[in-house]
């Protein structure tokens, strides 16, 4: 393998910021006291933790006692989801963890439109009585399709008030996960008009195994893990105090770049699809023309086998997915594909490209060479061209 | 306050070790790949993570295919519990988090006796037919209490024989919350006995907020956190690489050097608890004399006020802690104490010692004497002495 690596994978996985390791650092060492301690170092570690999930908290408009901590955007979800008797009404391009906790509920999956957006008026139609939660993810992890979340939350609001019109008093709340997008477009709670939200450090060039579920003010969850009352007796435990000063961090750093950081990756992401199409005629770019995250480029070559070509773009340092990291590795084709109508010949000859914060100007066209000739170089050994 | 520190509260918290540390690094910036990720690097990632497992595994006599990784005992101890549907049986001087899980149950506390120990008839009385799961600690985190799990195993297994030979196929398992000890004493599953057993980095100077639950072949789980299907689909999240090569490292170095640490402990425990009894005749020490871990030394001295003794402390760089970190933060007295028949003058006049890595010779020497004359000074100001 080649010695310079292009990483176009960042909707799997970021790498820590060396700003944000540096702060964590030293609560693994010198201040790792535990914060339910009763001494003034360890007291100073509370203040430390507390402070941090305030900071946090204040990078999507929130306030830091209204947070629960957790392992993961796949726990928060769980969470979320636990605290729901009724029927959930969610979307067919959710990802795994929230499909796996709504299997769990009496549920709907609403159908996107065959760009990937999950309509308003879908959801509303798919509202019941008895519907206790929507949940719609902020963008998807596939094809970087961003939802109407706020035109999302006016339909929950209505249901509110209708509801309340007629006497019915069962609550209906809306959660998003918002695990992918974070600093790349505004997430702001108040701006969106959740009750619940989901973020994950580990995508936002934090610590992995970090996560947060925002909780309305008002809200009553039921905590899904028991023990010593940590996290307002939502999240038992002895804090994550490392991880959490480094996910505030991270935050920090993604809400601060947010709009410099997209607009160098729409150029970037911009640049590479008019390379590919113009490269190849039959490129297929998937997803919304503008409603998509900047650095996400979901792109299929009907015929193509993606699987061959992220092999061998991988022998040449392109690191990169096939439709989806998750359904790749587990050799099914991509519920998000299928949902948005895609052929199976579209769906096994794409291509995942996610830009970040590891992909510059020169990387991103070195990148984009060895990407078409890898396909050119494939297509011709299949006589598609 | 001065600029030397004692630290005498290793149950409470224990620093990451700086071998530890230094394997975790990378996994945080250079190899930061999701293990589910189809390129080779990310493979790697992968390959490394399951080496971490096996090796982790090993220490404890056990296989890394059997071990699901958690973020930390109180999510091992509540994914052991989330299985049973039967009655349970657990003792009354646990961790908060196993007793917080048993209230979710029909279940039964067995008492221990004025040593702190759970004998196991007592633990035979308290089971009944409908018993799904018995849950012990290896040792007590206040006290230091080694429990006598290899006995309370057979019992299990003599019941599970009883129950073949009526024609009842309730499953009836063994959890051990072994928390505390490992690195002090001796911890392999087939000695214990055990079906399930706990064991969390953060208290064997590994990382925070990681910890595991090991499942004996054969015994069927049901996931608490659903979603990607990781860990075997029991435990759904994108996986703590660089928290699990640092739990496995951890876990290593404290199994190399049990025989050496638990004899040095020991030495250093009973020198503190000679000096101690030397300079208070109305010392009360409280758990087994022989069956404890060796870094533990549970004191009181009724009368005395523990809580501005570890204040004065603290001035002078001494950090402990009162009976239990945990009930002393709510304001509350330790169910431990209280378990073993302790009276409420006592309770509130303890001190928890807990020796480890950061205690040595040298300065368990100036600890002691810095305590006598703390406590020495409060007595004398209230007119006990």
Same mark, same amino acid.
């Given at each position: 393998?080649?010695?310079?690596?292009?990483?176009?994978?960042?909707?799997?996985?970021?790498?820590?910021?060396?700003?944000?390791?540096?702060?964590?650092?030293?609560?693994?060492?010198?201040?790792?006291?535990?914060?339910?301690?009763?001494?003034?170092?360890?007291?100073?570690? +509370?203040?430390?933790?507390?402070?941090?999930?305030?900071?946090?908290?204040?990078?999507?408009?929130?306030?830091?006692?209204?947070i629960?901590?957790t392992a993961?955007?796949?726990?928060?979800?769980?969470?979320?989801?636990?605290?729901?008797?009724?029927?959930?009404?969610?979307?067919?391009?959710?990802?795994?963890?929230?499909?796996a906790?709504?299997?769990?509920?009496?549920?709907?999956?609403?159908?996107?439109?065959?760009?990937?957006?999950?309509r308003?008026?879908?959801?509303?139609?798919?509202?019941?009585?008895?519907?206790?939660?929507?949940?719609?993810?902020?963008?998807?992890?596939?094809?970087?399709?961003?939802?109407?979340?706020?035109?999302?939350?006016?339909?929950?609001?209505q249901?509110?008030?209708? +509801?309340?019109?007629?006497?019915?008093?069962?609550?209906?709340?809306?959660?998003?996960?918002?695990?992918?997008?974070?600093?790349?477009?505004?997430?702001?709670?108040?701006?969106?008009?959740?009750?619940?939200?989901?973020?994950?450090?580990?995508?936002?060039?934090?610590?992995?195994?970090?996560?947060?579920l925002?909780?309305?003010?008002?809200?009553?969850?039921?905590?899904?893990?028991?023990?010593?009352?940590?996290?307002?007796?939502?999240?038992?435990?002895?804090?994550?105090?490392?991880?959490v000063?480094?996910?505030?961090?991270?935050?920090?750093?993604?809400?601060?770049?947010?709009?410099?950081?997209?607009?160098?990756?729409?150029?970037? $992401?911009?640049?590479?699809?008019?390379?590919?199409?113009?490269?190849?005629k039959?490129?297929?770019?998937?997803?919304?023309?503008?409603?998509?995250l900047?650095?996400?480029?979901?792109?299929?070559?009907?015929?193509?086998?993606?699987? $061959?070509i992220?092999?061998?773009?991988?022998? +040449?340092?392109?690191?990169?997915?096939?439709?989806?990291?998750?359904?790749?590795?587990?050799?099914? $084709?991509?519920?998000?594909?299928t949902?948005?109508?895609?052929?199976?010949?579209?769906?096994?000859?794409?291509?995942?490209?996610t830009?970040?914060?590891?992909?510059?100007?020169?990387?991103?066209?070195?990148?984009?060479?060895?990407?078409?000739?890898?396909?050119?170089?494939e297509?011709k +050994?299949?006589?598609?061209?």
């Amino acid at each position: 393998m080649t010695d310079q690596l292009f990483y176009l994978d960042h909707a799997a996985a970021t790498p820590v910021d060396e700003r944000v390791l540096a702060v964590m650092t030293p609560y693994f060492s010198d201040r790792f006291y535990n914060p339910s301690s009763p001494y003034a170092p360890a007291i100073q570690v +509370r203040r430390d933790y507390e402070e941090a999930k305030s900071r946090l908290a204040t990078t999507f408009g929130a306030k830091g006692d209204d947070i629960i901590i957790t392992a993961g955007a796949t726990e928060s979800i769980n969470l979320a989801f636990v605290s729901t008797s009724g029927h959930i009404v969610t979307s067919a391009i959710e990802h795994d963890a929230v499909l796996a906790a709504a299997k769990l509920h009496d549920h709907t999956l609403v159908a996107p439109t065959e760009k990937g957006i999950v309509r308003p008026e879908a959801v509303a139609a798919a509202i019941t009585p008895k519907t206790g939660l929507v949940s719609v993810q902020l963008a998807n992890n596939e094809i970087g399709t961003i939802q109407p979340i706020r035109d999302i939350a006016a339909i929950v609001k209505q249901e509110r008030k209708h +509801r309340l019109d007629s006497d019915n008093h069962d609550p209906i709340l809306l959660h998003c996960d918002a695990s992918q997008g974070f600093g790349q477009i505004d997430v702001n709670v108040a701006r969106l008009g959740v009750d619940m939200l989901t973020l994950n450090s580990g995508k936002m060039y934090g610590p992995k195994q970090v996560g947060l579920l925002w909780v309305r003010p008002g809200v009553q969850l039921a905590p899904m893990i028991v023990g010593g009352g940590q996290e307002r007796g939502l999240r038992s435990g002895t804090e994550n105090v490392a991880g959490v000063i480094g996910f505030a961090r991270a935050a920090e750093l993604a809400h601060e770049h947010q709009k410099s950081e997209s607009a160098r990756l729409h150029e970037l $992401r911009d640049f590479m699809q008019g390379e590919l199409s113009n490269a190849f005629k039959q490129l297929v770019v998937s997803g919304h023309p503008k409603k998509h995250l900047p650095g996400s480029l979901h792109v299929s070559i009907p015929g193509l086998d993606a699987e $061959r070509i992220v092999f061998a773009l991988e022998v +040449r340092g392109v690191l990169l997915a096939t439709g989806s990291a998750c359904a790749a590795n587990k050799g099914t $084709r991509s519920h998000v594909l299928t949902a948005i109508g895609m052929s199976d010949a579209e769906a096994d000859g794409s291509l995942r490209i996610t830009l970040g914060r590891l992909s510059d100007k020169a990387s991103v066209e070195q990148a984009t060479a060895i990407i078409i000739e890898e396909i050119t170089r494939e297509l011709k +050994r299949t006589g598609h061209a």
